[in-house]
């Protein structure tokens, strides 16, 4: 077997695209075994160079910079401008206000940045190597199967081949499918894939130009031709631009599929005119069909999975595909990790199905509005409309605006986003993102000791609950009851939780201030104005839990932190408590310091029991709770 070709693996992963690439590696970091195959060796110095998608949208970057990828992507991306124009045959018709600046509130990703695929795959590519097997490529899937009477758990049966002809056969516990709109995964599952290939063609091409476009490199730019219809202008990274047009009836019959690379160049310049065009080099270009499918399902008979192009394929009107595709890889791996390690009860995977197939829907339908005023046709909607294609357009995607930029997406009532059972209401509901906010370190000076709610609620696989303490002034008695209901029940979640503390005011000490021991680490809300952005009263506070992908799970007054715990228990496989020293955990007999003299004794089935008396103290003695 050649060097990183495993026979028997957690999960198999097929596509080592974006998609593919980022669930390998969260599944890695989390402790997951993988295996991960693409059919095209795309790490070859000898492949070719190649564009595809490069727009990357504000929830999108994100979910990058929860995993620690955005800081090594931004180094070479072209983030968008605050502003720019629309020209309809060289004519400026109206400017373009930069809606993401806006529009969108609790970011501070208030933008969105080009880097063309390339260029992210290779860094998620070699983040992925540095944990394990680099990818396995050129490979192809060419034969799955589910042995439902496997001795094991290892029910996938998947058979693996390289252009020699050699193949071997990998069991695996889940495979995913990550491998574009022809996947082999899908195919060989028998899952239907709905939907319907267009008439339209459109063209890409990538270079490095010279125009007399106004700020063509410092400014967003859109182009209205009469011949090309809407004319994509899109700066990219290292200096280059994508010049993107639709091929009318008339072009495609002359030009076909297989327009060459001076044929491309010829018509981007003609889709820009008056303006002028040069290309001083062109790295890429493609000719492509619009297709508009979704997979009848995204998970089958339980360890078949799949996400990205595998699950929907579309148009790249408004650049959703990769960013669909990133929002479907934070939504599965940590369900998939959590199931595999024994952490979360199969719903939670399961419910992976219902809510990205919601949003593929939604986004299917968008994208045939889109596709057909690209493309030059008027949708049925818009049919006795008398205005100009390009003002549809803007009013179309003006009104899309939070979907497409991804700050917009959210889930429906779910065992995972409880809505009926959360209260008090606050300015998130359950089923939605969680709004970033900055928060202030321990420090009475704020310069430099500033940090984001986002940052402190990394990507770890884990649920974080957030513990807004309001005031402690007028929050005191709920915070003791919170404090003794948390030490009570949270030994049976602490491997799947965290905590976070976030207090009105500022003080030399979090737990001096809270009148009780922190839960997890605190941080000031100096002026409350993060209890303000979301609607909590300082005088209550609240207790918020985020799903580990980010997205607000369920909402409970101080003092009902039993109202967590039912909504856990649905979701968590409890373990036997660990013994607990101030929140942390440690070995039965374990001291944080082994001359500490503010211990006492208390007799416990016999035994002589050290009990700190520092407040919010719990332990346990072979599996004896002390309180």
Known sequence: ??????????????????????????????????LIVDAADKASPNFPMYGRACALFPRTLEMLDQLDLWEEMAQQGWVNPDAGATYYDG????????????????????????LRLKYSEDIFRARVAALGPKVQAPVRLVGL????????????????????????????RYIVGCDGARS?????????????????????????VRTNIPDARSAYIRLESKTHGQVLWAQLDHGATRVGFALSPELYAKYGQHMTQEDAVKEAKAAVAPFELEFDQVDWHTVYTIKQFISVKLQDRERI????????????????GMNTGVHDAVSLAWRLAGVLTGMYKPGVLQNYHSERHGVARHLIENDKTIAELISGRRPERFKDRPEDNFVLFSEFIHAEWDFTMGMGISYPASLLNDVTGSSPPIGVVPGYRFPDAMLQKPGFRAAGHTVRLHEITKYTGKFHILIFAGDPRSTKVQLGKLRRDVDEHVGRF???????????????????????????????????????????????????V???????????????FERVVTYLERLIIPRKPETMINGATADIGELINADENNLYYKRINGQDVPESVEQGTVKSVEGVRIS
């Not at 693996?9 to 596509?15: F, N």
């Not at 004519?91 to 080009?114: C, E, S």
């Not at 996400?307 to 408004?318: E, L, Q």
């Open 305 to 320: 999975l799949l996400a990205g192009d595998a699950a929907h394929a579309h148009s790249s009107g408004t650049a959703q």
């Open 1 to 34: 077997m050649d060097e990183g070709a495993v026979d028997k693996v957690d999960v198999l992963v097929s596509g080592a695209g974006p998609v593919g690439l980022l669930i390998t590696l969260q599944l890695r970091r989390l402790g997951i075994s993988t």
């Open 91 to 114: 004519k400026q018709v109206q400017p373009l206000a930069d809606l993401t600046a806006v529009h969108l509130r609790g970011t501070y990703f208030n933008f969105w940045m080009n």
């Open 184 to 208: 082999a995964v899908r195919e060989l599952a028998g899952i239907g894939f709905d939907g319907a290939e267009k008439e339209d063609h459109w063209v890409r091409v990538d270079g490095v």
């Open 494 to 544: 602490q491997h799947a939780v965290e905590f976070r503390t976030i207090i009105c005011g500022r003080g030399p000490a979090h737990g001096e201030c809270l009148g009780v021991e922190p839960f997890g680490w605190a941080y000031w809300d100096v002026n409350q104005s993060v209890h303000g952005q979301y609607d909590i009263p300082y005088k209550r506070g609240v207790i918020a």
């Open 546 to 560: 985020l799903r580990p992908d980010g997205i607000l799970g369920f909402v409970a007054p101080l003092d009902g």
């Open 145 to 172: 199967q589910l042995d439902e009477d496997a001795a094991d758990d290892y029910k996938v049966r998947a058979t693996l081949a390289r252009p020699d002809g050699k193949s071997w056969t990998v069991r695996a």
